[in-house]
């Protein structure tokens, strides 16, 4: 599998387009840099010969290549003591405001960071705005709510922006300390923070079309079936910018998932994921490796799926503690088994030895329990279903005690539809519509956390399989409909559209659906059984058609 991904590098173009390549020249010629991370122009008042180092390392901070970013923020404290911006790019390093909460250990050492900028004062107002409003974040960091800190962070980050209109950095960094705000807060779907990040994004894109925090920043702005559209141009240009940063080969795909662009998921996650390996980023490599996954099976390209499946042992010989390594070694085989519907395979996934801690870091692996608990119920199996429920049930109360609002509702999305499927087998029609359709609310409600490409299986769409069984074509098509406007072109809610159209007897829009789930599927390496139904439907509908002319 590594060796497909490595090789399709630079066949799927990660060097630069033409232009790109230019403007990524001119950095180079300013910074001397081999690698091409985008172009920053963050002037301080350090060294000038670390200059062109520290603007180097910003880019990689910018690209969200942490641990590469503090090594060069390290170098440029080492070449020059006093440079107090360098601390600060340290400190920044060890926080990670839309990804994972900080442990105790980048805690410390990013007070640490910024103990050493203060001894060492910066020389500007300027300089003096970005230490203090980092921290705001690092203070009081074990006796303050994370969020409490990050809400300083952002006020601190628009006092800044405002300050220095004219500066870019503090503009990007200002969109970064929304965005973390926002997703570390309950869910509002009129995504305020969110847009007002955008609008101080996009003038910058217009003007710094190679700068690649604006571009990542606008993706994950737009990270939402409503504004995805908006992000398309930033999505497309990202990986032009910086195709040297892992991550930024694989930020595009979060856009071209939303829309349904499967295709353009498919070539991202490649180059990310070879990048990532080249790099023994093993986390962010199975980050790529989840969206690829997701991606390859609604296209039922399965045999390719597997073969990502099949790699995963050889990358979990230590824990991958990286949040979305941890997320993506529980999700990728529980994708691969439930969104192919193949119950007995889900119902015997294993969960990996010495990998997910526990405790509150157990929204990772509920999605095994969770398609471990659906399988059961939907092959009859009462006891191992509700033992799956408990699984899920103890998760949820982990995740609430450790104020994980955001986790916790996902969990309880996974256990209400486990719950939903045991009570129809055991016949509670009107309980298990009732539970499924809850859970199917709930998860509405929420917000797609940046690490997943989408829930193992939207829970809208198994209302509507559900209520498909239980004779309610109409009514499951509605349902199906709404899936597919969250999330376009996915496969099971395409097939299930058709047959609720079928069911209706609706023979137009089923052959609508049908056409365009086969169109879907043309690289398809398999012959699933809805893929030959589909083609079945067309072969009668267009033989209909030709016996009437």
Known sequence: MRRVIIGLVVFLGILPAPGARAQTHQHHE???????????????????????????AVAMLHSFWYQAAEKAFAAVAEKD???????WGIAMSRFHPIWEKPGAEDLRAGQAALDKAKAHPAKTARERGYVEALAQFYRDADKVDHLKRLLAFEQAMEQLHRSQPDDPEAAAFCALALLGSAYNSPPDKSYERQKKAGAILEPIFAAQPDHPGVAHYIIHSYDYPPLAERALEAARAYARIAPDAPHALHMP?????RRGYWDESISSNLAAAAAAHKDNWIGEELHAMDYLTYAYLQGARDNEAKG???SLPGLLKGVPSYFAGLYATAAIPARYAVERRQWVEAATLKTPEGVFPGGAACWAEANLDFARGLAWARLGAITKARASIQELQQCHEALL???????????EVQR????AWLALLLEENEEAVRLMRAAADLEDSTDKHPVTPGAVVPARELLGEMLLELGNAAEARREFEATLQASPNRFRSLYGAARAATAAGDAKRAGEYFSKL???????????????????FLAAKRAQESSRK
């Open 518 to 536: 086969v169109e879907l599927c043309a690289q398809a390496d398999t012959e699933r059984a809805e893929l030959l139904e589909a083609r079945s």
């Open 81 to 87: 003591s006093s440079c107090a911006m360098a601390y």
């Open 30 to 56: 300013e910074s001397g840099d081999a690698q091409k991370l985008g172009r920053v122009v963050f002037p301080t008042s350090c060294a000038a010969e670390v200059q062109d180092d520290f603007n180097r």
């Open 253 to 257: 795909s979060h856009i071209f998932t």
């Open 416 to 419: 209400q539809t486990v719950s």
């Open 308 to 310: 990502i499946l099949d």
């Open 401 to 411: 005690q450790a104020n994980d609002t955001l986790w916790a509702a996902q969990v």
